[in-house]
């Protein structure tokens, strides 16, 4: 699926499943709990915190989907084209960083 398709289809399911949209607040505030699951569960199961029985059978894959569907949320309210704006972030890393991290002494 395509990031358009996507955009399209959760659009989709809002206006049908979900009814509206939340507000733009309300979708800031879920994707920032989406993220904290995130950071928890790697957190846990990359780093040196133990799982606590309630996140053992958390799914990662799970977790980042939640992320970005709230942040497809937040672009189709906002007007975003995800596509397009992926594209020019591309061109602008490309740019900026075109020797960036090649030089940088750390990443060797």
């Known amino acids: 699926m395509t990031i358009k398709e ?10 049908t499943t979900g009814v509206r949209y939340f507000s733009e607040l ?3 505030a879920i994707l920032t709990e989406e ?11 990359y780093g040196d915190q133990s799982f606590k ?6 799914d990662l894959g799970d977790e980042l989907a939640d992320v970005l569907w709230v942040l497809v949320c937040l672009a189709n309210q906002t007007g975003v084209d995800l596509t397009a704006a992926l594209e020019k972030n591309f061109e602008k ?14 990443l060797k």
């Open 6 to 15: 996507t955009q399209e289809r959760v659009d989709q399911w809002i206006k």
């Open 53 to 58: 029985e309630s996140d053992k059978n958390k």
């Open 26 to 28: 309300t979708n800031m």
């Open 93 to 106: 890393k490309n740019i900026r960083d075109a020797t960036r991290h090649k030089d940088n002494e750390k």
């Open 35 to 45: 993220v904290g699951e995130v950071a928890r569960l790697i957190s846990r199961k």
